[in-house]
Nanobody, 123 residues
C-alpha cells in the first residue's frame, strides 16, 4: 500500500518562501507520478505541480509557473515543492498524491493521497 506523508507547511508573508515535502513509502518510488494539489476553503481541489519520478519530467499550473519548483530525491523517496514569491491566494491545504499513470491535473487520476499540510500566506 502506497503511503504519502506531507510536511513543511506553515505561515509565510506575501513574497516569502516555504518548502513542503512528501515522503512516499510502500512502493517503488520510480514507478509513479507524484503531484501536488491544493484546496482552499470553498474551492475545488486543483493541481499545482507534478513530476514523473522515472524521467524527471515536471508540470506546473499556470498560476504557479516561475514561482514554484517541484523536485524529487530518489534516495529519500521524497518529493519537494519549493514555493517562492508566495501570494495570499496560495493559501490552501496542500496535498501530495501518487499515480501509476502519467502526470495529470485531475484528482481522480491519483489513487493515493497524503493527509495534507496547511500553507497560509499573509498579505
Amino acid at each position: 500500500e502506497v503511503q504519502l506523508v506531507e510536511s513543511g507547511g506553515g505561515l509565510a508573508q506575501a513574497g516569502g518562501s516555504l518548502r513542503v515535502s512528501c515522503v512516499v513509502s510502500g512502493t517503488t518510488f520510480a514507478n509513479y507520478a507524484i503531484a501536488w494539489f491544493r484546496q482552499a476553503p470553498g474551492k475545488e481541489r486543483e493541481g499545482v505541480s507534478c513530476i514523473t519520478t522515472r524521467n524527471g519530467n515536471t508540470y506546473y499550473a499556470d498560476s504557479v509557473k516561475g514561482r514554484f519548483t517541484i523536485s524529487s530525491d530518489d534516495a529519500k523517496n521524497t518529493v519537494y515543492l519549493q514555493m517562492n514569491s508566495l501570494k495570499p491566494e496560495d493559501t490552501a491545504v496542500y496535498y501530495c498524491a501518487a499515480s501509476r499513470l502519467h502526470c495529470s491535473g485531475s484528482p481522480p487520476a491519483f489513487g493515493s493521497w497524503g493527509q495534507g499540510t496547511q500553507v497560509t500566506v499573509s498579505s
